[in-house]
């Protein structure tokens, strides 16, 4: 969990998308809330801050993203 966790800091830290749109929600699909939580303060670490990052459950994306796209009625 930490070799993951210290990746997806790389990786905020390299993503040149996050300097394109400040403003623009970065999802990262967790497991349970209890991880979200885990990694906001892993991010904030390694980063010394952990803002705009949403950690959807993946239900709560299915239903939000997909099923409300798709089937708006």
Known sequence: MEVLAAQLCQQIANDSRT????????????????MAQWLKLKVAESLGIAANLEFPLPSSFIWNQLYQRLLPD
């Open 19 to 34: 300097l394109d749109n400040l403003f623009a929600p970065q999802p990262i699909w967790v497991q349970s809330p209890g």
